[in-house]
């Protein structure tokens, strides 16, 4: 290889926490490096083990942790010498770390300023009366208009957007030569994901190192050069962003990239698996074999008998096509690559990321059975879009409403707003954040009054009607919430949680009513076991399933869904996302989907309606209005996507065990935005 | 800032409703106790009839009801409290002249206690270590020790046994340094325990990882970022702490015989001394809407994003 000294050099790192059980060993053996302006991206879900490796590089993984490497080097520096007082002249100054969601990242009660003056004193960058100057410049240079007065304000007095820049500043304040991204644009809206993206390209192209740590695939294919995905613990594939997400081998990667609900996904199911019993992605005890065997469809004896060797995948041929018998999405356009990274990938060819060549990078799985064709996914329910009746459920007719301000001026939050909602039919509510459609939801739901303009529930009135006469027909539309954990009582188990939605409130008259609530949880994929649990003792996924479980035991008529999947790892949201699709097939229930995310949109719905300012910009067909927007912030809101590869994780289904030179998906479609260079990679 | 001065406004305004409110009440509770209070003003003697009748009228118990509560009222607009039975003297005045020993008394007890809280929580806070579980334990043995013990033990040993301090009484310094020790005592333990949860909690936000992160070591972490969250729960209770303190600490006034609210009030409840307990009401009730209204002003120079929340 040509990068004969890298900036970072990780072999073998190992991090273990003790815990009352045991040590539980994080990351087990991981290694890279990492060069001068590139950025590599390590992808996988939460217990992956992948912040853990972050932080590991700024000796911060807490107390209790054992670290140990055959390597952990910095420009030479070996890291595992240093003591804490050595650790301290590294953190922010050779190596910076951004976090997800400034808002708790940055000190709320410390001027913007202030924090970003820390790093500059804690490493003498700056004379004393020099740092608030230098703080404004730093403000000024992450892109953030009228740096001055930001300066002076705190993180609750900026947007998101704004906020995201003032931290990564704050951790690029020492220049340092390597900076640790850990999630850095979760829960941004897709427009201010793009810009804070776009910042840190520039940073990289100015030849700042970027450990990205994110469980967004699309981000990852937005600005990473390389990716390394990780499940419990160790890397199971790394390889070009490129070929990588274009060709994925390792069973895992194949399942993380399926699951994307981007277009070419709908009407299928997303996930491999439909029950909630899947093996988490947390480290296992120490057990012999391939840590994912157990969640693997492809598993077979020899996985689980020992650990599976790296095998080279090999590059794609530049220009080979895909093999005709793959079946391609219909909608190619929307979950096409358009990858679109600051220099065209293109054309800074193999040279790109100073020094190291993108050709030279290998694809590797650790996996004995990346030939194996892909299990087809299950079929999904049919999903009969024309079966839904012209049976109107809810009619909001032209409501308003505004709020009063801090400054006690009437802000209107959603501005004459109409639609229908029809029984088994979809609706999306897409906009970002302020856009009115939670308080659109919440006039819906009968818990907001519109200042003017109706809400009907079957023809009825629904809105202005006091508490009691609305009462008995609230069972009718009931809500699954972002956030279950908050939403549920912690000191109450499944039974009760679900009992009390049956009306049968307490103990013993859930207990009564079991049968009914274990056929509930069969809707959405969970047994009996979960009944005695309570909130805390389940994962995220069957938290939210449990929580559909219990919109759904009132016999509702309509499912308001706010942002559900938001908080989920991609492989979760893939499987809830198809229980949605399941309870929807199965009871007819019409669903007001609410999110952010134009991909679970477009996967989930069947019409959407798209806002901003409190306004419906458009409304339409889910088919028309996001392949062909009528509204200019509908194109924009499309634009701003970070866009995947054709991520069907599927090997062309030609390429038997024996001919393992991969017909890579390269060269999909008429969307080609980029050849990943000329190097014929080593063939096996 | 115009919001600040409004807020400020109407808490003032909300603050005299709560003091006239507290006088009402005493107001009415005095006329509810049985007996002539002339009688009590007079004492046990049996006045003759024009005496007797000169006295009620001076004290204006002749007059009915609403008009007594009207110059009440107008009395205390004009700071008159009325006058002691027992001292013979202007309630205002004795509470004047006492105020200010309990004030010295609470004030330093409350800034001794939380110097030393401070630095037991900033020391051992997160830190699993052997020093911590010391800290605790002796933060529970103060807690657990009645106040009066620990004064008498401290009157034992550095009076009587070293003579560093004196016995009894003093306005000087020296004797202030027992009895406020004494108070502190029994607070340490509890600020100790509240501003070391506050201070863990607060370390593990991400914003102390980012910190450490820059390069910030660990006690400039501890002093810069967690400590001011940690003082939040910190100020609520402080409110309610110095509030008590200033009703007066009797067993530790009578203790080291020190002049003050809490005596006065114990001495004015034993002798019926209505006017005056009803002074110690009143002024009680303006000290506690006082201090929740600092409370709250403290909060919002601690954390800013209270200015948008508390209304």
């Not at chain 1, 959603?414 to 954040?433: A, D, I, K, N």
């Not at chain 2, 009440?72 to 027992?86: A, N």
């Not at chain 2, 702490?241 to 034993?270: C, Q």
Request: charged content about 20%; proline content about 6%.
């Amino acid at each position: 290889m040509a990068d004969s000294d890298p900036l970072l050099a990780v072999d073998d790192l190992r991090v273990s926490f003790a815990t009352r059980g045991g040590p539980l060993a994080a990351v087990r053996g991981v290694s890279f490096t990492l060069a001068a302006g590139e950025c590599l991206a390590i992808v996988g879900e939460s217990g992956s083990g992948k912040s853990v490796t972050a932080r590991a590089l700024v000796g911060l993984v807490g107390a209790g942790a054992a670290v140990s490497a055959r390597r952990l080097e910095l420009a030479g520096q070996d890291l595992l010498a240093l003591g804490e007082r050595d650790w301290r002249r590294v953190r922010g100054r050779r190596v910076g770390l951004v976090l997800q969601d400034a808002l708790s990242s940055l000190d709320p009660v410390r001027t913007v300023g202030a924090e970003i003056a820390e790093t500059l004193g804690n490493h003498r960058l700056v004379p004393r009366s020099a740092r608030p100057a230098r703080a404004v410049e730093l403000l000024a240079e992450a892109s953030v208009p009228e740096p001055a007065l930001r300066a002076r304000q705190r993180p609750f007095e900026l947007s998101g957007g704004l906020r995201q820049r003032a931290l990564i500043a704050s951790a690029l304040a020492g220049e340092p030569a390597v900076l640790l991204a850990d999630e850095p644009t979760t829960a941004l809206d897709v427009s201010v994901q793009a810009q804070i993206l776009d910042l840190l390209a520039a940073r990289r192209a100015d030849g700042v190192a970027i450990l990205l740590i994110s469980h967004d695939l699309a981000v990852v294919g937005r600005l990473a050069d390389r990716v390394a995905v990780m499940y419990a613990g160790t890397i199971v594939e790394e390889g070009g962003v490129d070929d990588l997400l274009r060709s994925p081998r390792h069973p895992y990667t194949r399942e993380l990239l399926a699951a994307v609900p981007s277009a070419h996904a709908r009407g299928t199911r997303l996930a491999v698996h439909r029950d909630a019993a899947a093996a988490p992605a947390v480290a296992a005890p120490d057990a012999a074999g391939c840590r994912y065997a157990a969640r693997c469809p492809l598993a077979e004896d020899r996985c689980r008998m020992a650990d599976p060797p790296a095998i080279d995948v090999g590059h794609p041929a530049p220009g080979a096509g895909l093999s005709a018998d793959v079946p391609r999405p219909a909608a190619v356009d929307l979950g096409l690559p358009a990858v679109e990274k600051g220099p065209p990938a293109a054309a800074a060819g193999p040279a790109r990321g100073g020094g190291t060549a993108a050709a030279a990078v290998a694809h590797r799985a650790w996996c004995w059975r990346i030939d194996e064709p892909w299990p087809a996914p299950p079929a999904g329910p049919a999903r009969g879009r024309v079966q839904h009746a012209d049976d109107v459920v809810i009619e909001v007719d032209t409501v308003w409403k505004s709020f009063r301000g801090p400054d006690g001026s009437r802000r209107p939050a959603v501005r004459g707003v109409s639609f229908q909602l029809r029984v088994g039919e979809t609706v999306g509510l897409l906009g970002e954040s302020g856009s009115g459609k939670s308080t659109t939801a919440e006039m819906v739901l009968g818990l907001l009054e519109p200042d003017e303009g109706a809400v009907l529930l079957r023809g009825r009135p629904w809105s202005r009607l006091g508490e009691s006469a609305r009462r008995p027909d609230r069972h009718r539309i009931q809500l699954v919430p972002q956030d279950p954990l908050g939403a549920f009582d912690p000191r109450y188990t499944v039974e009760r949680l679900i009992g009390e939605a049956l009306r049968a409130p307490g103990r013993r008259a859930a207990a009564r009513q079991r049968g009914r609530i274990v056929e509930l949880l069969g809707l959405v994929g969970l047994d009996a076991s979960v009944l005695p649990r309570r909130a805390t003792q389940l994962s995220g996924g069957q938290r939210q399933r449990v929580a559909i479980a219990r919109a759904l035991a009132p016999e509702p008529d309509v499912l308001v869904c706010d942002e559900p999947v938001s908080a989920l790892d991609v492989s979760i949201q893939a499987q809830i996302l198809d229980v949605f699709a399941d309870v929807q097939d199965a009871l007819g229930v019409a669903m007001l989907f609410i999110s952010h995310d134009l991909g679970v949109i477009y996967h989930t719905c069947d019409r959407v309606l798209v806002m901003r300012d409190g306004e419906l910009l458009e409304q339409g067909d889910v088919e028309r209005v996001l392949r062909a927007p009528a509204h200019d912030y509908t194109r924009a809101l499309l634009a701003a996507v970070p866009r995947l590869g054709p991520a069907t994780g599927q090997v062309p289904a030609g390429s038997g065990a024996g001919d393992a030179a991969p017909a890579d998906g390269l060269g999909v479609g008429s969307n080609v935005g980029f050849g990943v260079g000329s190097g014929v990679g080593p063939r096996r | 800032m115009r919001s600040t001065t409004w807020w400020l406004a109407r808490r003032l305004a909300l603050a005299v409703l709560v003091v006239v409110g507290a006088a009402t009440v005493a107001f009415g509770a005095l006329q509810l106790v049985p007996g002539d209070p002339v009688h009590v003003m007079m004492g046990g003697a049996a006045p003759s009839e024009e005496v007797y009748e000169r006295t009620r009228h001076e004290l204006g118990y002749d007059q009915p009801l609403p008009v007594r509560y009207g110059e009440f009222l107008g009395q205390l607009l004009r700071g008159d409290l009325g006058q002691s039975y027992q001292l013979h003297q202007p309630v205002a005045d004795v509470i004047g002249s006492q105020l200010w020993p309990t004030v010295q008394l609470a004030l330093a007890a409350f800034g001794l206690a939380f110097v030393v809280a401070a630095a037991l929580a900033v020391t051992t806070a997160g830190r699993r270590s052997g020093w911590r579980r010391v800290a605790s334990a002796a933060e529970l043995l103060m807690i657990s020790t009645p106040g009066f013990w620990v004064g008498v033990l401290l009157l034992t040993f550095f009076s009587f046994r070293l003579h560093l301090f004196p016995v009894a009484g003093g306005d000087s310094l020296a004797g202030l340094v027992l009895p406020a020790a004494t108070l502190a005592i029994g607070l340490i333990g509890v600020f100790a325990q509240v501003m070391r949860e506050g201070l863990e909690r607060a370390l593990e936000q991400p914003f102390v990882l980012s910190a450490r992160a820059r390069g910030t070591g660990e006690t400039a972490v501890r002093l810069r970022h967690a400590l001011r969250h940690a003082l939040i729960p910190m100020v609520t209770l402080s409110g309610w702490i110095v509030g008590s303190l200033l009703g007066g600490a009797v067993l530790i006034e009578t203790i080291f015989s020190r002049e003050g609210l809490g005596r006065i009030t114990a001495t004015a409840i034993a002798g019926r001394d209505l006017p005056l307990v009803t002074g110690v009401a009143v002024v009680a009730a303006t000290i506690f809407a006082l201090l929740n209204i600092a409370v709250d002003l403290l909060y919002r120079v601690i954390d800013p994003r209270m200015k948008e929340v508390v209304r």
